[in-house]
């Protein structure tokens, strides 16, 4: 993909950049869930603030400032990562799913740096269960990642070419 690709998979992480941090905002400064319980907005959907220490879903906590840091440290480099990779890719898709996890990365980061936590809100539920709380940037992340594997998977490989086919056949 030309370097235009490339800027569109830029643009998209900033989109997301952008609606992660407006959600965190709307959030805490204009709901102030931070301070109350959750608001039932569906009878399978709360808005529920909860402080993330870890990584996706509460796993590996980072419990102490280095802790914290460390994880802040760690994602910073996937997120570099990502962009370099980006900076390559020619297929669209690609290009989408690199956008979504980049953005969603740099808006947790923020967060790390910001609180020391990452804000989660989103929190669906059915009867008895309860799904893990995420945030806008979580589910980029996830739709991103999402779409590299299923492209993995889905992903033939390449047909040799006209001038190997021939030259399998004269052998």
């Known amino acids: 993909m030309s370097s235009a690709g490339a800027k569109s998979g830029y643009a998209l992480a900033a989109a997301v950049l952008l609606a992660d941090q407006a959600s965190k905002y709307w959030v805490l400064d204009v709901l102030q869930l931070d301070q109350r319980p959750g608001i039932d907005v569906t009878s399978f959907f709360r808005l529920t603030f909860v402080g993330n220490a870890g990584v996706s879903m509460g796993m590996l906590q980072a419990d102490s400032d280095l802790g914290r840091w460390l994880l802040t ?3 910073a480099g996937i997120a570099v990562a990502v962009a370099l990779w980006l900076r390559r890719e020619k297929h ?3 290009v989408a799913a690199l956008g979504l996890v980049l953005g969603g990365a740099m808006g947790n980061i ?15 539920f059915w009867e008895q269960y309860s799904f893990w709380v995420f945030n806008v940037a979580d589910a980029a992340i996830t739709v991103g990642v999402l779409l590299l594997l299923g492209r993995a998977v ?14 399998a056949k004269d052998a």
């Not at 923020?110 to 669906?124: E, K, N, P, Q, S």
């Open 92 to 94: 669209a898709v690609d």
């Open 110 to 124: 923020i967060d790390r740096v910001r609180f020391g936590h990452v804000v989660d809100f989103l929190h669906f």
């Open 73 to 75: 440290f760690i994602t």
């Open 154 to 167: 889905m992903a033939r490989p390449d047909e040799p070419s006209n001038e190997a086919s021939k030259d």
